[in-house]
């Protein structure tokens, strides 16, 4: 038991007698609208169909008051996450009347992320990746202020162990006090509960709605308005609706038809839960070759540098270019082998040609390519390079004398 109702397992199959023992775990949160004796009847269903029950079982006021709701959803949390870790399997939400307001929205909030505090990322990435299913049973409701006194009102809370002039007595209480709140944090809180149901859509479960025609805590235009939001924000919804059915006793009124339901759906949620698994398999190859592929471009990247900062490091390193004339090789000496001859024919470094500026193909060349008397010209000698001199000009006028002498002095 803690502060705002209390969680434990309703039937749990031992799991060292038989591994295989059940499918799943349905978390079924209640709320006041349904006592002790119909919440057992839904843990033996489930219980028949293999699939274990956590409870969660809020009190009236925890729908009123987020803090107790809070402190509710991380025990949950907990217990839940304990059990996925030991053995990863499809999980159901199933919230009776007003337990999504009690509880279910803030479990939804932590897992998403969208509220303070959190629990471990990888915590809540597990409990999203098994989620497969919601259902909502006579729900879920519109909290409003004068919600509180409908139920007080209703048969099935007069029918709790607790005297009907002290629920009467509560419940005037609480909607005198919600008028003068509603229009303030009441109302924000109502907005965050059904933001929260609605992001659930994100998580990829299918939806199964129950309720019925008549059923005045859960009307009608309330449920389809929340059944037309879900399927707009691409959720896969299921609705069976009865006549007459009350509230919350959908079960009891229909037996058959309602076991014939909850056993298709849970069905369904566990090809929801395989088709998960696959996702996850395909996007963790996926991400493996990409890091695999990243990694090689890496390496490429690290033996490039390398290469580069060798070839800048040694004065007497060259890059070795192909030569467009054939390197003649010796075949007749026998001291050169063929690998020493196959590296040369390969390639080979460029050389410089050495032209002697003082011979007389020197001379020439000189005499005819750089220009001696040409007006505007301040020809001199700057340095040597590679053990040669060459000259360097410091400006040049534009006219008409400067190119015919150059056109002359080229013909010679």
């Known amino acids: ?13 031992d799991r060292e007698m038989d591994e295989g023992g059940f499918n799943g775990v349905v978390v079924i949160f209640a709320w006041s609208s349904i006592n002790e004796n119909r919440l057992t009847s839904f843990v033996d269903l489930y219980s ?18 987020p803090e107790m709701a809070l402190s509710l959803a991380f025990h949950l949390l907990a217990e839940l996450v304990e059990e996925l870790k030991t053995r990863p399997c499809p999980v159901i939400f199933l919230a009776f009347s007003g ?60 029918r709790m ?32 509960y059904w933001q929260a149901l609605y992001s659930s859509v994100e998580i990829g479960a ?32 299921k609705v069976v609706k009865w006549k007459n059915s009350p509230h919350a006793g959908h079960y ?32 963790a190859r996926t991400h493996d070759e990409i890091s695999e592929l990243i990694c090689d471009l890496q390496k490429v990247a690290v033996n490039s540098n390398q290469s580069l900062k060798r070839v800048a490091t040694g004065p007497s390193d060259h890059f070795f270019l192909p030569s467009s004339a054939p390197y003649q090789s010796n075949n007749n000496d026998p001291s050169s082998s063929q690998e020493d001859q196959r590296e040369r024919s390969s390639f080979r470094p460029l050389q410089p040609t050495n032209i002697n500026a003082h011979s007389v193909l020197g001379q020439f060349l000189f005499d005819s390519c750089v220009p001696k008397n040409i007006e505007g010209w301040d020809i001199r000698f700057g340095g040597c390079l590679n053990g040669q001199p060459y000259a360097t000009s410091s400006s040049r006028k534009k006219s008409n004398l400067g190119f015919k002498k150059r056109f002359l002095r080229s013909k010679l």
């Open 48 to 65: 028949s169909l293999a699939w274990n029950s956590l409870v969660c079982r809020a009190d009236f006021l925890t729908a009123f008051y």
């Open 206 to 237: 299918p939806y199964l709605i129950l309720c019925s025609e008549n059923d005045k805590l859960a009307p009608h235009q309330v449920i389809s308005s929340f059944i037309h939001q879900l399927l707009e924000l691409g959720g896969e919804v």
């Open 99 to 158: 337990a999504p307001k009690a509880c279910m929205y803030k479990v939804l909030q932590v897992i998403m992320g969208d509220c303070e505090p959190q629990i471990h990322p990888d915590d809540s990435q597990l409990v999203q990746n098994c989620l497969s299913g919601h259902v909502y049973d006579s729900g879920p409701l519109d909290f409003t202020s004068d919600l509180n006194t409908k139920f007080a009102l209703h048969p099935s809370i007069r």
């Open 252 to 283: 009891t009124h229909n037996p058959i038809q309602y076991r014939a339901v909850i056993s298709n759906f849970l069905e369904k949620a566990i090809s929801v839960h395989l088709q998960k698994l696959r996702q996850l398999g395909e996007r």
């Open 1 to 13: 038991m803690i502060g705002g109702g209390r969680v434990y397992w309703g039937k749990k199959a």
């Open 161 to 192: 162990s607790v005297p009907s002039r002290l629920i009467s007595w509560m419940a005037k209480g609480i909607s005198s006090g919600l008028d003068g709140l509603y229009l303030t944090r009441f109302e924000s809180q109502r907005s965050e």
